[in-house]
């Protein structure tokens, strides 16, 4: 059994000053555990777009529309095996989990999550 090794990545929110709105932090967590690419595609910019929102150096006058992107992807999750919203977190830390060997219904909930469309490596699953 082959163990999945998470890199964090450093991001640098620190221009946005004390208190950095809720979509600079749900974009600094999605680049933390992906990087500054993958999280662009997910919400629909480009990585360049994504290090400027971050350094708080959007060249734009309004951050009104990638904000709006960034609640969109990643501010909550219509999760289709708990038919329920569930925060980007939850999400990995549920299909990140070992498989629930001890208990059949948790055991098809988790089946189901490694082929989510919400689940970035369900390609690779598929694959297998």
Known sequence: ???VIRRTRTVDITNWGEE???????LADEVRATNRKMAGERIGVSRSA????LANRYPSPSTESIEKK???????LNCPAQQLTISVEQ???YRARPAPTHN????RMWR???????NPDRQQGEDQ
């Not at 950095?20 to 749900?26: A, F, K």
């Not at 960034?70 to 909550?76: K, S, W």
């Open 1 to 3: 059994m082959s163990a």
């Open 20 to 26: 950095p709105p809720r979509w600079i932090l749900l």
């Open 50 to 53: 994504v290090s400027l929102a």
């Open 70 to 76: 960034v609640l969109l992807a990643l501010d909550g």
């Open 91 to 93: 999400c990995r830390d």
């Open 104 to 107: 059949p219904m948790a055991m």
């Open 112 to 118: 189901h999550c490694q082929s989510c469309p919400h």
